[in-house]
């Protein structure tokens, strides 16, 4: 199958699936405390979500990522992810999932026994106290026995970590050190200004560039051209042999091969991340419409790229939505 080609000749092979906007954290960059969720009417059924899925993969998607909200809190979801696990080789080559790790003690075998292969589980910092300030309800022990159960139930694990300013920044050398002893892979993100939060994005913005000077005056860097097909860049870190990547929206534009679409718990198509513009997929599949041209014209509206900014004066440009809405 063709995939489906936007207009700026650009491959879209890759579907991030919100299957539910709530979680069980409130993590202060990405939701505010009292956030209001959507009511269950606006929301898709599993199996909705199933036959939208399984229209991207007949449109030519080979991959797809499980997200949120928190993935593993909705329930029935490992129905859908085994659904889904199904069509691998079948069209899908890879099935993941980016999940806050509180549930993945109780899941970790049966997403293996799926297909899946390697999940990201967000975890910003290895303090206990940070941790329950940062997520606001979290805990750090519950987490990380998700993390191990993982790794032993055969899952590779990156670790997702947002680079805050003033709040683990201090801890990067730690994590690194951490990732290395335990097998991981870590992946440092800049906040991005999705949604309103509490404080300022300003004040916790920490560009990785900063970041990977200051990684250097300790750490070996090797470049390597490693990709999974996500936005993340990779430098091999030689002393533990694991590889470090930066999600870097802010200070390098990664748009210029983009792969990605997002689709989330409402059916809501968004072309991309840091833009308003999306198109609804609800309506025409609740009406046995066509999908396929529904698809096929959503993608024919990606645009070249997101314009966020964060300034340190002023308000910044940024969108609405929350992540947890579009799905990270
Ligand atoms: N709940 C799951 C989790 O935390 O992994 C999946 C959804 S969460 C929205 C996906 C990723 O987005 C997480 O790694 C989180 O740290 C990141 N994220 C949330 N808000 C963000 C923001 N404003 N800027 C950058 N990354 C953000
Ligand atoms: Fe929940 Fe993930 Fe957002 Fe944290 S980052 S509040 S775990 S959706």
Redesign the pocket.
Known sequence: MNPLIDPFDRPITYLRVSVTDR?D?R?V??MSEDMSFLPKSEILTLEEIDQLCSAFIEAGVTRLRI?????LVRRGVMNLIGALGARLGQGLDELTL???GTQLARHADALVRAGMRRI???L?TLEPDRFARLTRWGRLDQVLAGIFAARQAGLAVRI?A?ALRHENEDEFDAMLEWCGRHGFDLCL???????EVTGSRADSYLPLSLVRARLRRRWTLDETDYRTGGPARYVTVRETGRRLGFITPMTHNFCEDCNRVRLTVTGTLYMCLGQEDAADLRAPLRRGDDIQAAIAEAISRKPKGHDFAIERRGAGRGVSR???VT??
């Open positions: 979680c954290l993590c960059y990405c997200t949120g909200g928190e993935p980016t999940t806050n990201n589980v967000s910003d997702n947002v993100i800049e906040t991005m200004p999705l949604g929350h992540m947890s799905g990270g």
